[in-house]
């Protein structure tokens, strides 16, 4: 079954430091999503991608953060200056179409600031 | 922002059980999805619901589209060992992206 595919697993970075995550979504999928879990809490959305351009963003995508679309296959998030705060699970999603059809996830990134 | 409340946050049975909980808003929702997560894993696409009175099932699990569209209902009967994790709702209003409940955390008893 196709899956969405995110490295690296784990991500330990310096307070200050950029970090580049990366996805590989389904194939044949249009829409790309990036989402966070802190810790215990839930899974909170960041940013949908469409025709290689930002669709919607959350308040907590501010000016730190950035996606791209550098090839036909990768989609990644980049924080430019993170934080302690910014510590969590990182998902990766995409979508066949949009509102007819569920998100596959990734089994995300974790990162760690420390 | 929207808010999803899920009920309950967590709860303990044993093997055999028959399981429900929901998820609320304040704000009508067009598409309701549920989801499965487990420890370190992406959540994974249970059931989508399209349409208000909309009952759909998949294996063990059924869910429910609320009349009201401002609630929708996860049913898994028989649980078994695997069960366990965390069931996310999912909400969507027309052109917008979904978003998320904090969770029913379920373990099972054997």
């Known amino acids: 079954e196709p899956e969405v595919t995110q490295t690296p697993s784990h991500q330990v970075t310096q307070m200050g430091q950029e970090v580049i995550l990366r996805c590989v979504p389904i194939?044949?999928?249009?829409?790309f999503y990036w989402y966070r879990q802190i810790l215990g809490q839930k899974v909170e959305f960041l940013v949908s991608?469409?025709?290689?351009?930002?669709?919607?963003k959350s308040e907590i995508f501010d000016d730190q953060f950035s996606v791209e679309r550098p090839d036909g296959s990768n989609f990644t998030l980049k924080i430019r200056s993170t934080k302690l705060e910014d510590s969590a699970m990182y998902f990766c999603?995409?979508?066949?179409?949009?509102?007819?059809?569920?998100?596959?996830f990734g089994s995300g990134t974790r990162l760690t600031v420390v | 922002g929207q808010q999803l409340n899920q009920s309950p946050q967590s709860m303990f049975i044993q093997e055999g059980e028959d399981v429900s909980m929901n998820c609320t808003s304040s704000?009508?929702?067009?598409?309701w999805l549920w989801y499965k997560q487990d420890p370190g894993e992406g959540p994974v696409l249970l059931i989508a619901?399209?349409?208000?009175?909309e009952l759909t099932s998949n294996g063990r699990l059924t869910a429910q589209f609320g009349i009201t569209r401002k609630d929708s209902f996860l049913n898994i009967s028989a649980s078994i060992p695997s069960d366990v994790g965390i069931y996310f709702c999912?909400?969507?209003?027309?052109?917008?992206?979904?978003?998320f409940g904090p969770g029913t955390r379920l373990s099972v008893l054997p």
């Open positions: 999603a995409s979508s066949e179409g949009g509102v007819m059809y569920g998100y596959t």
């Open positions: 194939s044949n999928h249009l829409y």
């Open positions: 991608f469409y025709n290689n351009e930002i669709s919607e």
């Open positions: 704000s009508i929702f067009n598409t």
């Open positions: 619901l399209y349409k208000a009175g």
């Open positions: 999912a909400g969507q209003r027309t052109g917008q992206n979904f978003v």
